[in-house]
C-alpha cells in the first residue's frame, strides 16, 4: 500500500450540547487515492472532514499529514486550518454569485497575496482541467448548475493543495450530471495523482469512485477496504445491507467443514443445501438457526413451469414483475421465508402469479447468525 497521506487516531468530538459525532476513530488514508467515508446521514462523515480540515478541534486524538502532527490534543498541538494546505468542497457549494469564474477561482490566491498576473495564468490553467476552459468572463449566476460545481471544485483547487476534501460535492445535481461528475472526478484524481477524501451517503457512489471505503455508523468505524472486499466481505449486517442489496433466507446449519464452510439447509425448501461462509466462523453450530445472505446477481430465476425439481432449488411464486429496463426485478413468495427481491433476466419474463425456482450460485454466500 501507499504510504499514508492522513493519519487519524483515536479522535472524538463532542459538539455542545453532547453530541458525540465521531468516537474515537482510526483512519489511514493513502497518498494519492480516492478515499471516501460513506454512512447515513448523521453518522459523522462531515465532522470527520472538518476534523481533517482544521475547522472542528477533537476533544482527544492525534491527526498527521504524512509524518507531521497537525493536531495531538494530550500535547496542545492545534494547526490552524489556513495552514493546512487542503482544498474543500463543501455540500451546498456556494460560489460567489456577485462575482464572475475568474475571481471565484482565483480569490484563495487573492487572499494569499499572489500577484494578478500569476493568478490569471493559475485560474486559467485551473478552469482547463475542471473542463471549463476560456470561462473566465461568465458571471456566476449565469452558470448551469453542473457549471457551477465545477467552479467550486477550481477554486477548491487552484492553489494546488495537498489534500482534497469533498462533501457530498454532487448531492445538488441530478442524476445524469452526478454519473458524469463521477467520472470526471475520477481522471482529474488520476491526472493529478492528488488525494482525495471524498463524502457520500450514496453507496453506489461510493463503490464507483473509492479505491477504499470507510463506512462508518453513528460516530463510529465499521469498517475500511477496497470497494470489493467491503461488498463481497462485509464485517457486519450493517455495512452488507448499507452497500447494496442482499437476499435473506432463514436456515438451519446441518453442517460444519473443515475448510471453515457451512451448510445450510434453507427453510420451506427441503431440497436445497446451501454452502456459506461466516465473517466469524466460530458462533455456528449444527442445528443452530441462522440468516444466509446472497446478493440478487447471485441467485438465477428460471421458469418452473413444466420443468421437474433441478437440485438445490427454490421454489416459489411471482408476487409482482417490475420491469427496470436492463433487468427485471421479481417479487416471489416462498414458504417459510419473507418475500424475496430476485433478478431475471431480460429475455426470459416470467408471469405474475408463475411458477419459479430460484438457484443460488457463486462464492459469496454468507451465513450470519440469525
Ligand atoms: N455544529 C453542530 N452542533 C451540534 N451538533 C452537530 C453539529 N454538527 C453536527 N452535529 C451532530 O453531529 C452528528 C454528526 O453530524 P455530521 O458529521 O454532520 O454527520 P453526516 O455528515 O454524516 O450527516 C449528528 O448527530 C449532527 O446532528
Ligand atoms: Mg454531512
Redesign the pocket.
Known sequence: MASSMVHVEHVT?T???G????RDLSLEIPEGEIFT?V????????????LIAGL?EPDAGVISFRDRRIVDIAQRIFVRANVRNVGMVF?SYAIWPHMTVEENVGYPLKLRGVSRGRIREQVAATLQLVGMAGMEKRPAPLLSGGQQQRVALARALVYEPDLLLL??PFSNLDAKLRDQMRVEVKLLQHRLGITVVF?T?DQVEALSLSDHIAV?NL?ELQQVGKPELLYQHPANPFVRDFLGKTILLRGLVSARGADGQVAVGVRGADDCVLFARGYDIRGFTPGQEVNVAIRPEDVELVAGEGIGTPTSAIGGTVEARLFMGERTEYRVAVPDQEPLLVYGRREQMVDEGGQVWLRPHGQNIAVWPA
Open positions: 468530538k459538539y455542545p450540547g453530541t458525540q459525532a465521531v467515508l454512512g447515513p446521514s448523521g453518522c459523522g462523515k462531515t465532522t470527520t472532514l472538518r472542528e455540500q462533501d457530498e463524502v451517503h462508518m460516530g
